[in-house]
């Protein structure tokens, strides 16, 4: 219902500006802090308005103080000190692709089943998916490891994989069956009139009827598999088949006592794709959720 009250309205833009304010200040935080000196950071001198000194060498060979106010020091640490961190990278964007397609393909074509088949057991079977969403992922730990070792797919990509998809498919099966339900049955029947298979429908139909819940379970995907760090860091052990969100941790490991300006660098690194995935598809995300992607 709309506010029309002048002065409710007020009080509740000026409350939304705080939550928002409040929300991003964090990121403005992280961002700034990353163009500063870490001594500047540990005394509190993160924004761009705060100077501070640092000791140059001049022509001369002497040392001088000089003021700055920010540096790109802690970015050309990352490029030139930090080991690791494009591999880092590829494994994490890998994953997230990867597992975000393979997770949007299977959990697509199983919510078409739940959604527009009738077969025995099929509620149950639904039934079941939807309660072992609500069974956190470090209950089942200890069978997933033991899983990987019997497969061989421990401390590799491959089997860090698998395990991101099977963890993000039933969120797709249940968003992506609530929007299949909600197209028409008369458009079904008028395609199967005119002809076409039931893999016709899903792909020609139910598909591009669908994609801004498919979009949506992709954000939701991506952003659960880019931003993991738990799994990642109980199977894998290598450097070679590190995530991210891992590596980042192992950067005390490498440098002893924790430069924070290179840590912030790192960090703004990490969520800056995430973020550019957003703002692209931003529209479609909202789209999908308010059609009904998440009604139960």
């Not at 000026?14 to 500047?40: H, N, R, T």
């Not at 002893?256 to 660098?265: E, I, K, N, T």
Request: glycine share 8%; with cysteine.
């Amino acid at each position: 219902m709309a506010v029309r009250n002048p002065i409710s309205r007020t009080v509740l833009w000026l409350s939304l500006l705080g939550v928002g304010i409040l929300s991003i200040l964090p990121f403005v935080w992280v961002i700034a802090a990353s163009f500063k000196d870490e001594k500047a950071i540990r005394k509190d001198g993160v924004w761009p308005w705060q100077s501070y000194q640092v000791q140059r060498t001049a022509p001369s060979g002497e040392s001088v103080g000089v003021t700055e106010h920010v540096t790109l020091s802690n970015y050309r640490q990352v490029a030139t000190k930090v080991t690791g961190l494009s591999t880092y990278y590829v494994n994490t964007v890998y994953l997230a692709v990867a597992g975000t397609f393979l997770s949007l393909l299977v959990g697509t074509l199983a919510a078409y089943g739940f959604a527009r088949f009738r077969f025995r057991g099929n509620m149950l079977l639904y039934g079941l998916f939807l309660f072992t969403i609500m069974i956190p992922g470090e209950v089942t730990l200890i069978g997933r490891f033991e899983l990987m070792v019997r497969l061989h797919l421990l401390d590799t990509i491959t089997g860090l994989l698998a395990a991101y998809v099977a963890g993000n498919l039933l969120l797709v099966i249940f968003i992506m069956r609530n929007v299949f339900e909600s197209i028409p049955q008369d458009l079904l029947d008028a395609a199967m009139i005119d002809g076409a298979s039931s893999w016709q429908v899903f792909w020609e139909v139910m598909i591009p009827m669908g994609r801004n819940g498919l979009a949506a379970c992709g954000i939701l995907t991506f952003l659960s598999i880019w931003n993991e760090f738990f799994f990642a860091l109980t199977f894998t052990f290598r450097a070679e088949t590190r995530t991210l969100p891992v590596g980042i941790t192992m950067l005390r490991s490498q440098w002893g006592v924790m430069d924070v300006g290179v840590l912030f660098a790192t960090v703004l690194l990490s969520f800056l794709p995430i973020v550019i995935v957003f703002i692209l598809l931003q529209r479609y995300f909202v789209r999908g959720l308010s059609a009904g992607a998440l009604k139960a």
